[in-house]
């Protein structure tokens, strides 16, 4: 999944949200001196991932993305299913998506700090394109695909890629829709961080 997702799956906990984020960034094993709860927002993100990848809505939502970009059909369902959460947020959330972006963005600013560099540049870029609501929109998910292109070691014209939504869009919405109800249940299955949080 993508950030929305994590974020909307995230304990209410600020660490927790920090964590959640910090495991794209994160690689092996999961460093001790981190706080209980950052550490915990790392696993369960892991554990969304791994879930997400196996589940077999995403990989038929996989299998819609044309060839020349199946290569990344991955990340661009991740990013494809941030904008069907962003855009049918309401059914979700009692809280407005201006309002949960905000109290994101806050977090993030209050602790940029502690992040290692690559994140504190995603971050910055999140919270200055107000990336979080831009997923309800086309023209959103297009900017977001340019900015993966971007940090791509090789030519992949990702932002193309969203003819792939715009064709698949109703098929697409559809496995979201029978998608993510799974994944917020499996999430709720999980137990409570703790300092022993398994990898």
Not at 77 to 90: G, I, P, Q, T
Not at 95 to 117: G, K, M, W
Not at 157 to 176: I, K, P, S, T, W
Not at 181 to 198: C, I, K, M, S, T
């Amino acid at each position: 999944m993508n950030y929305l997702a994590h974020l909307y799956l995230a304990d209410d906990d600020p660490e927790s949200l920090i964590g959640s984020l910090l495991g794209d960034f994160a690689r092996g094993r999961i460093d001790d001196a981190l706080p209980a709860a950052v550490r915990w927002g790392v696993v369960m993100h892991r554990r969304i991932d791994a879930y997400t990848d196996a589940h077999a809505v995403f990989r038929r939502s996989k299998r819609r993305i044309r060839p020349e970009f199946r290569r990344y059909a991955g990340i661009l369902v991740d990013v494809y299913y941030d904008h069907f959460l962003a855009s049918r947020w309401a059914d979700y959330s009692g809280v407005p998506l201006e309002a949960f972006a905000s109290e994101v963005y806050r977090t993030l600013q209050q602790h940029r700090h502690s992040f290692p560099p690559p994140m504190q540049r995603s971050m910055a870029y999140m919270v200055g394109n107000q990336l979080l609501q831009s997923y309800r929109s086309i023209d959103g998910i297009r900017r977001s695909l340019q900015g993966i292109e971007g940090r791509l070691k090789r030519p992949s014209r990702l932002r193309d890629a969203v003819a792939d939504l715009e064709q698949n869009y109703q098929a697409l919405g559809h496995d979201f829709e029978a998608f993510f109800p799974d994944l917020v249940a499996y999430v709720a299955r999980q137990e409570g961080p703790g300092d022993d949080a398994p990898l």
